[in-house]
């Protein structure tokens, strides 16, 4: 499943998830939603406003455009209620997909959806949220993927979630940023050991964090070594010095530089 808006973004977001189709021969699943726009003082409101259909048949005859020769490609306009009505029922379709690609959040940029929208499918949806940051190009996923480790359940479902996209990965790094654990390696390497049972080769590194930029030193090593894609679990404290329950899942959807899949 795909979020769609009127966003330049969008587009971005829609090609990556035809492109996994393809790869994966799945059916697509595209969601149109977004924010009514404010009425001025005095004007009899009408939904769907003259903006939003229009935008949304724009996104209607794109999607069908770039989904053809898929197995099975589905459009659906969620026709926005109130912020949490547009959080639910897109949450709600969420829940029918293996995968969900949406979008990070753009404060600088006109305000189509609400700003949590990703963290809430990511932890009401139970399924892997794959999300795009905002800026930059991404043709591909997964060949040279990073994985946040810290043995929790979250951290475990994101890697079992990210296996169809990392297994046959050219070399993913297994970071665990807990060094004050004295299992820290030795969970790095197992888990290494169940990517090789996938068809993946994986080298590790514990990483020693000594001040509260935590997900900045993640951030940093995503960039140092060219990572394509961050896995990690979302909301998940446990294992992760100095950083509270949700903190760093909404640091990572604020600063992220190359796509992320979050599992809960």
Same mark, same amino acid.
């Given at each position: ?95 029918? $997909? *293996? @995968?969900? =690609?949406? &979008?990070? +959040?753009?404060?600088?940029?006109? %305000? ?114 060219? $990572? *394509? @894609?961050? =896995?990690? &679990?979302? +909301?998940?404290?446990?294992?992760? %010095? ?23």
């Amino acid at each position: 499943m795909v979020h769609l808006d009127q966003g330049e973004r969008s587009a971005v977001r829609m090609a990556m998830a035809v492109s996994l189709a393809r790869l994966h021969g799945a059916q697509l699943i595209g969601v149109f939603g977004q924010r009514a726009q404010p009425h001025r003082v005095g004007v009899v409101a009408n939904w769907p406003s003259p903006e939003y259909s229009e935008a949304a048949a724009a996104s209607q005859r794109l999607f069908a455009q770039v989904s053809e020769g898929l197995p099975e490609a589905s459009w659906y306009d969620v026709n926005r209620g109130s912020d949490a009505e547009l959080l639910r029922q897109i949450t709600d379709f969420a829940r029918y $997909a *293996d @995968l969900v =690609v949406l &979008g990070q +959040h753009d404060d600088q940029a006109k %305000p189509l959806t609400p700003h949590d929208l990703a963290e809430e499918v990511v932890l009401g949806s139970g399924r892997p949220v794959l999300i795009v940051p905002y800026a930059g190009e991404f043709t591909e996923v997964g060949r040279r993927p990073l994985i946040a480790w810290n043995a929790s359940r979250e951290s475990a479902h994101a890697v079992s979630d990210a296996l169809p996209l990392i297994a046959d990965c050219a070399e993913a790094v297994v970071v665990s940023l807990d060094a004050r654990h004295e299992h820290a390696k030795d969970g790095c390497q197992q888990l290494s050991a169940h990517l090789a049972c996938h068809g993946g080769h994986a080298k590790t590194e514990v990483l020693v964090v000594e001040d509260v930029g935590v997900m900045d030193v993640l951030l940093s090593r995503v960039s140092d070594v060219g $990572a *394509d @894609l961050l =896995v990690m &679990g979302a +909301h998940g404290p446990a294992g992760l %010095p100095f950083v509270s329950a949700g903190a760093g899942t909404r640091h990572i959807l604020r600063h992220m530089i190359v796509p992320v899949l979050m599992s809960n």
